[in-house]
Nanobody
Framework: VNLVESGGGLVQPGGSLRVSCEAS????????MSWVRQAPGKGLEWVSS???????AYDNSVKGRFTTSRDNAKNTLYLQLNNLRPEDTGMYYC?????????RGQGTQVTVSS
């Protein structure tokens, strides 16, 4: 199993980013996937999950601002982050499955600061 996140960066409050996760080593198209994040000095926080067919769920803190999607033909998971806030700062990881402690990639850093 290999998960590679990309697309993070520094953005001002109110800005947007799209992070991606390229997956390999398992049947991506039939696997639930999730995004989690970890703020400095804090534990893992569930952000969103998506079913193989694209049904999504979000934590209340990001609902209406973040959108999870997937391209099963490209084995890629996406997270569109809009209207970013300083409290969204952290390392973002994609997770195989629905367990926040499941297999994850190396992460991509999102920093929201003016």
């Amino acid at each position: 199993v290999n998960l590679v996140e990309s697309g993070g960066g520094l953005v001002q409050p109110g800005g947007s980013l799209r992070v991606s996760c390229e997956a390999s080593g398992f049947i991506f198209s039939s696997t639930h996937m999730s995004w989690v994040r970890q703020a400095p000095g804090k534990g893992l926080e569930w952000v969103s999950s998506i079913s193989p067919r694209g049904f999504t769920a979000y934590d209340n803190s990001v609902k209406g601002r973040f959108t999870t999607s997937r391209d099963n033909a490209k084995n890629t998971l996406y997270l569109q982050l809009n209207n970013l806030r300083p409290e969204d700062t952290g390392m973002y990881y994609c997770i195989r499955g629905l367990n926040v402690f499941g297999t994850r990639g190396q992460g991509t850093q999102v920093t929201v600061s003016s």
